[in-house]
């Protein structure tokens, strides 16, 4: 399944960045770089439209949750 991982860069006005990834170990990954980046409203989407954000995202990327292939934090 395909992943796509976005965010907002902050004080640039480049405007949205947004990543592929294969499989959620990747995007996940590739989150937890945007977030350390210091990027805004960090997302991943699936490839059915499921979507995880904010602060479920954030406890998953902190390790406080894990997350599923179908984006759901647990």
Known sequence: MAYIVTADTVGLAIGPVS???N????????????????MA??????ESGRKIDGDELME???GKKKITDDLRAV
């Open 19 to 21: 990543e592929t990834a």
């Open 23 to 38: 499989d959620v170990n990747e995007a996940l990954n590739k989150a937890r770089q945007m977030a350390e980046d210091g």
């Open 41 to 46: 409203n960090v997302s991943i989407t699936n």
């Open 60 to 62: 998953c990327v902190s």
